[in-house]
């Protein structure tokens, strides 16, 4: 892993039911999401609360993202297996 980087990967269904799994950035994260988050942010008056911090929260919340390496294996195991 990058030091100092952080990755997050997230799953969906694709187009065609398939499965598709993305690993990103939190550099990635900020250049597609932020510019649409701010401008929402705005349109709900919530000046005071728009940083970049809360921006890459509401991403990872929003698409249910878990904290991985650049290739998708999880940085702390799921919480299931965490009293195992």
Known sequence: MTAGK???TIAF???FGQSVVETWTED???E????YW???MIE???HSLITKERCLEDWIVVH????TDEWG???YPPIELMGS
């Open 38 to 40: 701010k401008s929402r």
């Open 73 to 75: 294996e999880p940085v």
């Open 13 to 15: 269904p694709g187009e």
């Open 64 to 67: 249910w993202a878990v904290e």
């Open 44 to 46: 709900a008056d919530e």
């Open 6 to 8: 952080k990755y997050w």
């Open 28 to 30: 990635q994260i900020m």
């Open 32 to 35: 597609a999401y932020y510019p």
